[in-house]
């Protein structure tokens, strides 16, 4: 049996959770496209995911680090975007992909790299696009790209707020 | 990790299993043996570690063949390994002497 939901998740822990509050109730993600998930009926709690940004690593890195995933009994549910879904059954341990502090705040310092990079770029997008908006006659598509970049630009800022407020909150634990 | 910090947990115990040339998840295995069931290091983690410490050159890749690539210590990490032993062995000793090696007996 199946189960489809559509969903916007702009918290990837969020998202992680929902998805592993599915797995819970038997419900385990077999297909991901950006807002749909494919649910396959199992097992309630058969299987643990996570979610991990792999989208700045070259490729020859990542297809090791897929390597030591796939070893260590995980399996690549979907990869789109720079970002991985892995699942592991849940009977072959824990599935935690950072286990120090030091290791997972390196994590967000990559994230937030390649997000400051990309939000650049759409506030780059943004600011051309309006501006080729006056330039023109036709305005319409300039300024609808300008709005989706400055759209975007937006969505990654708050995502780079929120990724370095855990990742200060990270920082603070290690001194208690 | 900056060059005279303490290591951490896990590349303290990276390093040692690099003793003998072993792949990603060989090292993910063979601390949780050594440090019997203790230590479980995530994939993220172990791979970051291999990451910085080739660029330290505290441990190289071997020319393989193979799918998987395996890492050995260096020189360099080896004198790194031996400087964290002396650290531990101090923070032991000191302990000891001044809790009397607690009450245990």
Not at chain 1, 25 to 35: D, I, V
Not at chain 1, 75 to 89: D, M, N, Q, R, T
Not at chain 2, 63 to 85: D, F, L, N, P, W
């Amino acid at each position: 049996m199946k189960k489809v939901k559509y969903r916007i998740f702009l918290d990837y822990d969020k998202e992680e959770r929902w998805i592993n509050d599915m797995a819970e109730k038997g419900w385990h993600l077999e297909k991901f496209a950006p807002g749909r998930f494919v649910f396959r009926k199992g097992e309630p709690g058969a299987y643990i995911y996570r979610l991990e940004f792999v989208g700045n690593l070259p490729k020859e890195e990542k297809e090791e680090y897929v390597g030591i995933l796939e070893d260590s009994g995980a399996s690549i549910v979907h990869e789109s975007f720079g970002w991985i879904y892995a699942k592991k059954p849940a009977d072959g341990g824990p599935f935690e992909l950072y286990t120090d502090a030091g290791s997972k705040i390196a994590y967000y310092n990559r994230i937030l790299n390649t997000f400051l990079i990309l939000f650049l770029v759409a506030i780059g997008g943004a600011g051309y696009n309006f501006s080729l908006a006056r330039m023109t006659d036709i305005e319409a598509v300039p300024i609808a790209s300008g709005v989706v970049c400055a759209l975007s630009a937006f969505i990654i800022g708050v995502q780079m707020i929120k990724i370095s407020r855990k990742k200060k909150k990270l920082q603070e634990s290690f001194f208690e | 990790m900056d060059d005279k910090a303490p290591l951490t947990e896990g590349v303290y115990y990276i390093l040692l299993a690099l003793y003998e040339p072993r792949h990603g998840y060989g090292i993910m295995q063979y601390v949780s043996e050594l440090s019997k069931g203790r230590v479980h290091l995530g994939p993220g983690t172990v791979y970051g570690a291999i990451k910085s410490l080739l660029k330290r050159n505290w441990i190289a890749p071997l020319q393989g063949e193979g799918r998987k690539k395996e890492y050995v210590i260096t020189e360099e990490g080896k004198r790194a390994v031996e400087a964290e032993i002396a650290r531990l062995s101090e923070l032991y000793h000191n302990g000891l002497l001044i809790t009397g090696g607690g009450n245990k007996q």
